[in-house]
């Protein structure tokens, strides 16, 4: 038996990629710095795995701003406007992902989604009818080579094909993607045969939207996909994670690859099927430790588990995480300030590795003293975590009805009482919440944090901080106001260090998109709020202008999705407490003269799961939660919510559901086009489509704006309308925010003097 490795975060255990690609952004260093610490870091990552025991090392994981971007760029699929004279190279997919044209001057990004129910997000290729396909970027060949250079046996990693396909939008014309197929499967062979050509001897595939419920006309393109491929000089290694694909077993089984990797930490029951019908010389990889949470394995639980499996494939079985290890932070050897009781209760990326060479020793000699400490680790716990029950916070669950999920009223009551009590303009505007997080803000914390600064001092600063924020937004005219969030360092935790039953790391950070990375906390135990967490600076805020300023809180769902969880009750019984936490707050705001309370929920719909028959009862619970966080307020008390890149055509009637006064949505970078779902439900409450794209550095001119505004108001009543950015501000400097929102704010009174 031997070790797999589907893939590694590459942001480095100190963030040192994000670092350095940010200086290479800025201009204070060069192309070669970046490549230079580039290569340090797959370095220490492919000997970190050798080390465990992994054989194959997985290469094409790595990327400087999003592997499936990588693989668009060597499959030569890279749009027009990003493109240079001389090609693709790196430069070109910086471009891509934060909107720019060769020349310099703006051009607008790629769009960017969730990679499947993950807070990962992926650049979308974009697909043309006439599609050509081809090898047009070399960094994967590159990095093979590095990797054999070092003396270890490569395992290219990439997407599948139909993966591939299904995860493009197409663009210019309305066609089936599936026609090209046979087209990309030619560059596909092409790329398979330069890998042989270097000595590979296998690559890796990942197929995860087999984890979906696929149509017929998709899984006839995965059996098309490789029955094509099979005559490659390469075995591949089709991977499935995030969930089970027992219902395509019949199709799964018959493809000709020479082995299967299976998430068995989603999926378990999905094992005994597939062992059944492997052939005699397939290989299953055994994704058994969980790659998407950062808490210990029971080892001694997974050896017992899978033991007859070992028995039966010997050499056969490869045992691995559940999916690439992209979701975990990187190594847990760096925190030095955890409790002792929490931090034994923690495994990273590295140390999952180290978990696969525990467990090959449990099932290859389980009653060794090395086994028997193993299995002792995992008793002792199990001990720990039964010790974290907060009885009072259980039985406040417990003594929930159905009233507290509800508002007083029905909307149309509401809504006029809000209208009543603001007397908005047409088309108000505001912004999602946060401001520029600027660099002094950054050192004031640092400072304050390493004990260089008091705590009035601090807060003293970040007052003076507010009230330039306030100040801003008045003379930009916007209408209703936010306090810019000077003092949160991350929009899931900041709550989460104010509430029982979570805990946090100094480096468990993971790569959310390019070089952002966030840094979840860790939901270990019951949870509950101690004491007041945003009400002070709300009010600070609200006491410098007349106009309304939002109160800004995370919703549960995000905070949940956005944590790593416990996973030893429910994720319904965990959203559920952090739902009455934020309905403290919220009734806390409330009662201190905060009449607007904004509840973001960006990450509502990556919650789902992967086959839409299991989706209703996920809905339900999550709805409820964020019911249950804003049903303790009065008529006239306007609750907001913020969602972000999510498809809504198939969510509406849940978000509807949630009955939010007014939702904020992310549409600028689809030109609109998710505001369809709104068009055809006939949506009952207030929509702000977001009409300025905060992750692109480009300034929207006055024009895009009015014509975004418009195309909005063709799908949505103008009496709905607020106009809004995509998203928070806080990635943003101020001389990008400024002449933006100058820019929105005008496009909304040309518009009001037209409508008028």
């Known amino acids: 038996m031997q070790l797999n490795s589907l893939g590694f975060p590459r942001i480095g255990r100190l963030r040192e990629l994000k670092f350095a690609v940010e200086k290479y952004w800025r201009g204070e260093s060069s192309q070669d710095d970046l490549l230079d610490i580039a290569r340090e870091l797959r370095a220490t990552h492919w000997r970190w795995q050798a080390d465990a025991g992994v054989s194959l090392i997985p290469v094409g994981d790595f990327a400087y701003y999003d592997q499936i971007l990588n693989l668009s760029a060597t499959l030569d699929v890279i749009p027009a406007r990003h493109r240079g004279e001389h090609g693709v190279d790196l430069d070109t997919l910086f471009r891509v992902g934060r909107g720019r044209a060769p020349t310099g001057k703006d051009a607008p990004a790629a769009e960017m989604t969730k990679y499947f129910n993950t807070n990962y997000h992926y650049i979308v290729p974009e697909l043309t009818e006439n599609q050509q396909f081809g090898i047009g970027y070399e960094q994967i060949f590159e990095e093979v080579a590095e990797a054999q250079a070092l003396g270890y046996q490569a395992k290219p990693v990439l997407l599948g094909p139909v993966s591939f396909l299904y995860l493009a939008k197409t663009v210019d014309s309305e066609f089936d993607k599936r026609s090209l197929l046979p087209a990309l499967l030619i560059a596909y062979g092409q790329i398979l045969a330069r890998f042989a050509a270097q000595g590979v001897e296998w690559v890796q595939l990942d197929e995860p939207i087999l984890a979906l419920e696929l149509d017929s006309q998709w899984t006839e393109a995965i059996t098309q996909a490789y029955q094509a491929l099979a005559s490659s000089e390469v075995s591949i290694l089709l991977a499935s994670y995030y969930g089970s694909i027992a219902h395509h077993h019949t ?8 082995g299967l990797h299976l998430d068995l930490v989603s999926a378990p029951e999905q094992l005994a099927p597939f062992v059944a019908t492997l052939n005699a010389t397939q290989v299953l990889s055994a994704g058994v430790i969980n790659g998407r949470n950062v808490w210990a394995a029971d080892l001694d639980h997974i050896a017992e588990s899978i033991s007859s499996v070992a028995n ?4 056969r079985l490869w045992l691995a995480p559940s999916c690439s290890l992209l979701h975990s932070p990187v190594d847990l050897d760096v925190e030095t300030q955890l409790a002792p009781e929490l931090k034994q209760q923690l495994s990273f990326a590295k140390q999952k590795l180290s978990e696969l060479s525990k467990l090959k020793q449990l099932l290859t000699d389980a009653n060794s003293a090395q086994s028997l400490e193993i299995v002792k680790q995992c008793v002792a716990r199990r001990a720990v975590r039964a010790k974290a029950a907060n009885q009072d916070v259980i039985a406040r669950v417990a003594g929930l009805s159905v009233a507290d999920y509800e508002r007083d009223d029905v909307f149309t009551v509401r809504q006029s009482a809000q209208r009543q009590k603001y007397k908005l303009p047409l088309l108000p505007t505001t912004t999602i919440g946060s401001f520029p997080q600027t660099p002094a803000i950054r050192g004031l914390r640092g400072r304050w944090r390493k004990g260089e600064i008091t705590l009035d001092t601090y807060n003293e600063q970040l007052r003076q901080v507010t009230r330039d924020t306030v100040e801003r937004q008045l003379k930009l005219g916007l209408d209703v106001l936010v306090h810019g969030e000077a003092e949160r360092n991350d929009m899931v935790e900041y709550f989460g260090e104010q509430l029982d039953g979570v805990g946090f790391t100094q480096f468990g950070w993971v790569q959310s998109y390019g070089s952002r990375c966030v840094k979840p906390p860790l939901i270990y135990g019951d949870v509950s709020r101690r004491s007041a967490m945003t009400v002070e600076w709300a009010e600070f805020a609200q ?32 959203a559920t407490q952090i739902g009455l936490a934020i309905r403290d707050e919220v009734v806390e705001l409330q009662n201190a003269g905060i009449g607007i309370i904004q509840i973001d929920e960006p990450a509502f719909r990556e919650g789902l799961p992967l086959k839409k028959s299991d989706w209703q009862y996920y809905l339900n619970w999550a709805v409820n939660a964020f019911k249950l966080s804003a049903a303790g307020v009065v008529n006239d008390t306007q609750i907001h919510t913020h969602m972000c890149y999510s498809e809504f055509n198939e969510t509406i009637a849940a978000i509807a559901a949630m009955d939010a006064d007014v939702i904020t949505i992310e549409t600028s970078r689809s030109r609109m086009e998710l505001l369809n779902a709104f068009e055809d439900f006939n949506y009952p409450n207030e929509i702000g489509p977001g009409v300025y794209d905060i992750h692109s550095p ?22 709905q309308l607020w106009i809004n950015p995509d998203c928070g501000l806080k ?12 820019n929105l704010v005008e496009a909304t009174k040309q518009l009001r003097r037209k409508l008028s």
């Open 312 to 315: 039966d494939l010997k050499q």
């Open 251 to 258: 199709l799964v089984a018959k493809l000709p690859v020479a």
């Open 698 to 719: 480009n300034t929207p001119s006055v024009d895009d704006i009015v014509a975004l505004i418009e195309k909005a108001a063709a799908k949505i009543d103008v009496q």
């Open 731 to 742: 990635t943003r400097t101020w001389d990008e925010v400024e002449p933006a929102l100058v």
């Open 543 to 574: 006491s410098l202008t007349e106009k309304p300023v939002k109160g800004m809180l995370t919703g549960p769902v995000t905070i949940l999705h956005w944590s790593f969880a416990r996973e030893d009750i429910s994720r319904e019984q965990i």
